[in-house]
C-alpha cells in the first residue's frame, strides 16, 4: 500500500507543478501585455475629445484659487463647532423610521 501512496503523490506533485509552471507562464504574458498598454498609453495618441474641452478644463482649473492656511484653520474650527452643536437627525425625530424614496 505504501507504494501506491507514493506513486499517487508523486503524480499529485507532478500535476501541481504543471498548473504553477502554467500559472507563471500566464502570469508572464499578463505583465508584457500591461508592459505594452502602459506605453500606449505613454504616448501621446490622438483621441476623439475637441481641443476645446481641454481648454475649458485648464481655464475652471485657473479659476481655482488655494485658500490661505488661516483660512483653512478657521473652517476647519467652524466645521468642529457646528459639528458639536448639531444634534444628530435621529435625534430630533424622534423616531428610527426608514423612509425609501
Not at 22 to 41: H, Q
Amino acid at each position: 500500500m505504501s507504494k501506491n501512496r507514493v506513486e499517487k503523490l508523486e503524480s499529485t506533485v507532478a500535476e501541481l507543478e504543471s498548473t504553477v509552471d502554467g500559472l507563471t507562464d500566464e502570469l508572464i504574458e499578463a505583465k508584457e501585455r500591461i508592459r505594452v498598454l502602459e506605453a500606449e498609453l505613454d504616448t501621446e495618441t490622438p483621441t476623439r475629445v475637441p481641443d476645446r474641452r481641454a481648454s475649458e478644463e485648464t481655464t475652471e482649473a485657473e479659476e481655482t484659487q488655494e485658500a490661505a492656511p488661516d483660512e483653512v484653520e478657521q473652517a476647519a474650527a467652524d466645521a468642529d463647532d457646528d459639528a458639536d452643536a448639531t444634534p444628530d437627525e435621529a435625534e430630533d425625530s424622534g423616531s428610527d423610521d426608514i423612509i425609501v424614496a
